[in-house]
């Protein structure tokens, strides 16, 4: 009789409740090390792998209105996690010569494969030395 008042109450909560009792906040986890991301990763992966047998079996309807919450913080923790990763890795290749390809800025393809400014404008010592063994002339009469 006790199960049966429990699953009641467990059908009576608003959806708004359930959402809050799981719901994981991004700038929570940012402050968290990637071990303790981790951990909670896993937590929230066998939460939903409760929540599908549940959902398979007949379980209450809050149950099922969590899988999607459960989803999401998972995405979430996935998200903040990789970011992590990718800013340790920025870290690391700062100042470095040769840099991975997915660090390097996107931009386009034409972009990527431009001259820089400093070897469009480079000039050779004959080029130098013809233009200053001969200047543009300069004319008194202008139209």
Not at 44 to 61: D, N, P, T
Not at 68 to 77: E, G, H, M
Request: proline share 3%.
């Amino acid at each position: 009789l006790a199960q049966a008042s429990e699953t009641s109450q467990e059908r009576l909560l608003p959806l708004r409740q359930v959402a809050e009792m799981v719901k994981v906040k991004a700038f929570e986890l940012r402050s968290k090390t990637s071990k303790e991301l981790l951990k909670e990763l896993d937590d929230m992966k066998a939460e939903l792998a409760q929540l599908r047998v549940a959902k398979v079996s007949g379980g209450a309807a809050s149950k099922l209105a969590k899988i999607k919450i459960v989803r999401k913080s998972i995405a979430r923790i996935l998200t903040v996690y990789n970011q992590k990763q990718k800013a340790e890795a920025r870290k690391e290749y700062k100042g470095k010569k040769y840099m991975p390809l997915d660090l390097r800025p996107k931009k386009t393809r034409k972009i990527r494969r431009a001259l820089k400014t400093e070897q469009k404008y480079a000039k050779t010592q004959r080029t130098k030395t013809r233009e200053s063994n001969f200047p543009m002339r300069r004319f008194a009469v202008t139209m």
